[in-house]
């Protein structure tokens, strides 16, 4: 419930997040925030994961407020960068459910999700916009994607079964960190043109453009560069 509220009222506000055109962000992180933020939202996931692996094995039911409290996890795992199965389990943990029972109540509660989110994009595909598609590649990827999902919620539940949360929590600190590096990487990138490029005889400079910048940022930046390194005042890109 928690995140259909969320996918209803605030669709606009996380096409904008995802966009990298959230103004608050950028203010607060940068342009480039988007990474960033993928960066973060890992670490804090990796974070849940390790407290639920060292949690005690408890046998408590799911009531109506855990599940409330577990759905608006799955709510806040609609942000880049946080994983709805780790954190719902993790939550599910640390409010003293039974790992397994845990992790079988976070598959359950994505069906609806995933059910809803189909039913609204085939409307929006079929009956809005009249897009055709070829059934049986439809059908194939549905298909594979379900056989494939089976075995892999099998294998999840069996992972939590077993207390080795903290493997996944490894792989979401190591990715966390390579995000930050990469994105660092990017935007360095930007500031480190040699001096001694003669821009002048047109000359072709190739990096990475950090994602969340538009192409006027990227102008703006190269721009700006040029002109302190060969002292013009005035350019016009093409």
Request: charged share 20%.
């Amino acid at each position: 419930i928690p995140t259909i509220i969320i996918g209803l009222f605030f669709e606009d506000l996380i096409k904008v997040l995802f966009s990298g055109e959230n103004r608050f962000l950028k203010d607060l992180i940068g342009k480039d925030y988007i990474l960033t933020l993928v960066g973060l939202m890992l670490l804090i996931t990796a974070s849940l994961l390790l407290l639920a692996d060292k949690s005690k094995p408890t046998n408590k039911n799911i009531t109506l407020i855990s599940s409330l409290i577990i759905g608006c996890a799955q709510a806040i795992a609609i942000l880049p960068g946080i994983s709805r199965s780790g954190t719902t389990i993790a939550i599910s943990v640390l409010l003293g459910i039974d790992k397994e029972e845990s992790a079988r109540f976070s598959f359950l509660m994505s069906v609806p999700l995933i059910v809803g989110i189909m039913l609204k994009e085939i409307y929006s595909l079929f009956i809005i916009q009249s897009y055709t598609v070829d059934y049986l590649d439809l059908f194939i990827g549905f298909f594979t994607a379900l056989i494939i999902g089976i075995f892999a919620c099998k294998w999840m539940i069996n992972l939590v079964k077993n207390s080795q949360l903290k493997y996944f929590s490894f792989y979401c600190i190591l990715v966390g960190f390579g995000v930050f590096f990469y994105n660092y990487i990017s935007v360095k990138n930007l500031t480190n043109i040699s001096k001694d490029t003669d821009f002048l005889k047109g000359t072709t400079i190739l990096f990475h453009k950090p994602i969340g910048w538009t192409s006027f940022d990227l102008v703006k930046k190269v721009r700006n560069i040029i002109k302190s390194n060969k002292k013009i005042k005035k350019i016009k890109v093409g």
